[in-house]
Every structure is written in structure tokens, then in C-alpha cells.
């Protein structure tokens, strides 16, 4: 499958900017694995303070990132309009090298267990060849009642 534009991103994911972290799908196995590209600016606003004389990219939006990823790659098996997966656990991230403004994510996402109420992946982070992160993730189906009650 040919790479997938933020068009293709948009349609299969819900978060916006500033907090849209998934800017190209490079390549996409529908319900098994992804690999996606976000491009890191100066300008994003978690560089204000985070920080401001050494900008690094906080992990917990790294993690954010490679969620994303994984939801595109769901996004076929979440078809119910009711229902949507939500992050249950993040498992040994390590975060091998900071991230700096310039820099170009390659992340990878790789389905090892599920399909139904619970799917796990595998992440790795690269920027050129370097692994700057990595780590293991669940998901949970949830009914959207149960968060936000009856509308």
C-alpha cells in the first residue's frame, strides 16, 4: 500500500493538532501492523517548557505517538460507533535517545496478541537508523456510554 497523507490520518483517527501526533501512514497491514511518520517541530508547544533551554520530547507523548499508530491500524476492527479502544497499559518502554526539534519519527507498530476486547503491540521509534524508543502496549474495547453516560 502506498503512503497515506494526513487525509487518510484524519479519517481514521480522532485527535487534532496540537495533540495529533501521526502525520503519514508509510505503510499499512490493515489489522496487523503500521509504520508512521511524524515530523518534529520546534513550534509544537510542549517545547515552551520542556524544555526551554534543551528541547527534548516528552516520553509520555512518544508513547502518544506510537498509540496513534496503533489506532489507525484498529481502526478496521473497531467498526462499531459505540465503541472505541482505549490505551490499558504501556509495558517496558525504554526511551534509548531523546528526541529534538528537527527530527523525523519512524515508528512501527506491531499487533502480537488480540482482536476483540483486548490487543497488545510491539513499538519502536526510530529517527534514521537509531532506535530512540521502545516498548509494549495494551488496548481495551470500551462501550462510549461507559465514559461519557447517555446522550
Known amino acids: 500500500m502506498s503512503s497515506m497523507n494526513i487525509d487518510y490520518v484524519n479519517a481514521k483517527i480522532r ?17 496487523v501492523k503500521a509504520v508512521g511518520l511524524k515530523n518534529v517541530s520546534i513550534n509544537e508547544p510542549y517545547f515552551v517548557g520542556h524544555f526551554p533551554d534543551a528541547p527534548i520530547m516528552p516520553g509520555v507523548l512518544i508513547v502518544e505517538s506510537c498509540a496513534q499508530l496503533c489506532s489507525i491500524v484498529l481502526a478496521e476492527e473497531c467498526t462499531d460507533v459505540n465503541k472505541l479502544y482505549v490505551l490499558l497499559k504501556i509495558d517496558t518502554f525504554k526511551f534509548i535517545k531523546p528526541i529534538i526539534p528537527g527530527d523525523t519519527l519512524i515508528i512501527s507498530v506491531n499487533k502480537t496478541r488480540g482482536g476483540g476486547q483486548i490487543v497488545c503491540f510491539d513499538a519502536e521509534v526510530k529517527v534514521g537508523d537509531t532506535v530512540c524508543a521502545k516498548g509494549s502496549m495494551m488496548f481495551t474495547s470500551v462501550d462510549k456510554q461507559s465514559i461519557y453516560g447517555e446522550k
Do not use: C
Request: net charge neutral.
Open 15 to 31: 485527535q487534532r493538532p496540537p495533540f495529533q501526533m501521526i502525520e503519514r501512514v508509510l505503510e499499512l497491514e490493515k489489522g
